[in-house]
DNA sequence: TCCTTACCGTTGTACTATACAACTGAATGT
DNA sequence: ACATTCAGTTGTATAGTACAACGGTAAGGA
């Protein structure tokens, strides 16, 4: 341990990077039923409480169009549909439906059992100082 | 702070997961002359000192016929020389060529520059406790 | 009020990344 | 020797993504 500053942020470029790019395949593994794409999705309109198309290209630093092409495929599969904006006309409020909601809970249902499990043998105050961090990274965009 | 055991593994799911979705994009704007994809192999065959495309798969849970194919484009791009392996005639040694070296550093530096900053006002142990969580965490697969 | 500008979302198009299956060729172990 | 396992390629299909052009709605002046 007690490595530089230098090596220290290198070590977290790679980790982090390492991470990302396993993510896809491992939420494969773990959800089959649910892309990691479509679960990302689904999980930020839900946390929201009901969100648009433009947050969730602002969260996920996505293009409208993609955003666009990946909720009518979650609305042509039930599980989110778009009300009207009622202040604004040019909005679509997303909101998970009642098998989105299902859907949901099922998968991270697995997810939650798969990181469990991975971080069992972790003290309470490591998870809790590694979630720190991860929050701060994160909101240091 | 002081969240609980479940709440902490939730968060840590959640915020390494919106990472990784935001990890493309994020390496796009950042050094848009080598994709998140082909910077993550080069540097591990780097890394490595010389791989074989099976140690690439197995490291970031790729199809071997992926890696084959994003090995090409390496090659293709005159990043990438294939090396014989004298003892194993299946073996293909994957080594950076001299540009390959170069859009490596020139990449890492990007990368090197932007993680530098975003972490600039972490303290140094902070910082190397991260680090070590995460290796902790990408170790436990 | 009208016009310009900004914003939200969709659609056309093209490309990249990926998986699975079938295959070739080379090593390994009865 | 023969069956099996291993490394890599190729055919094929699909998902995810961006960029550009567009239509409709809202907001802010002149």
Redesign the pocket.
């Known amino acids: 341990m007690a490595a530089g500053r230098d090596e220290s942020v290198d070590t977290i470029q790679r980790e982090l990077t390492a991470f990302a ?1 396993r993510a ?2 491992t939420a ?1 593994r773990l959800h089959p039923e649910l ?4 679960y990302t999705l689904l999980a930020h309109i839900d946390a929201q409480q009901g969100c ?3 947050d969730l290209a602002a969260h996920y ?13 979650l609305e042509k599969l039930g599980l989110v549909e ?1 009300r009207p904006d009622p202040a ?5 409020v997303l909101h998970p439906t009642e098998a989105g909601t299902r859907a949901l809970s099922s998968t991270q249902a697995s997810r939650r059992a798969a990181y469990q499990e991975r971080l069992a043998d972790w003290s309470t105050e490591d998870l809790d100082r590694f979630a720190a961090y991860l929050i701060r990274y994160n909101g240091s965009a």
């Open positions: 790019r896809r395949a494969a892309s990691l794409v479509s648009r198309a433009t630093l996505l293009d409208k169009s993609t955003v666009s092409r990946q909720v009518a495929t778009r604004d006309h040019r909005v679509q």
